[in-house]
């Protein structure tokens, strides 16, 4: 079946941390670069981070440099955002999305209609 599922969100205080995955059934995830995205409510969908098909090359937005890593291993069709140090505009609905079109040693956030497979997104809420 050709779906994302995004897993790992959830309530955290200001400082703490979750890891999320983001994995199918093996159609998608090892063959294409993977972004994570998110979106607050009332706000637009904004890229976080992405991460090459062959894992060479990785991307982040500026709010969460330093403090989000991602990471990907193919044979478990999975990739991870580990994110540390979280802040509450860090809340949102983070959704992790495919694009199967761009080059193998490359990835973009800055245009999500780049991606055209899409997950459904897991709740992360960083709240004290």
């Known amino acids: 079946q050709m779906q994302l599922v995004e897993s790992g969100g959830g309530l955290v205080q200001p400082g703490g941390s979750l890891r999320l995955s983001c994995t199918d059934a093996?159609?998608?995830?090892?063959?294409?670069?993977i972004g994570w995205f998110r979106q607050a409510p009332g706000k637009e969908r904004e890229g976080v981070s992405c991460?090459?098909?062959?894992?060479?090359?990785?991307h982040y937005a500026d709010s969460v440099k330093g403090r989000f890593t991602i990471s990907r291993d193919n044979a478990k069709n999975t990739v991870y955002l580990q994110m540390n140090d979280l802040k509450p505009e860090d809340t949102g609905v983070y959704y992790c999305?495919?694009?199967?079109?761009?080059?193998?040693?490359?990835?973009?956030?800055?245009?999500?209609?780049?991606?055209?497979?899409w997950g459904q997104g897991t709740q992360v809420t960083v709240s004290s």
């Open positions: 991460i090459s098909q062959i894992g060479n090359y990785t």
């Open positions: 999305a495919a694009d199967s079109y761009i080059d193998h040693s490359v990835c973009v956030i800055h245009d999500d209609d780049e991606y055209n497979y």
């Open positions: 093996g159609f998608i995830v090892p063959y294409t670069a």
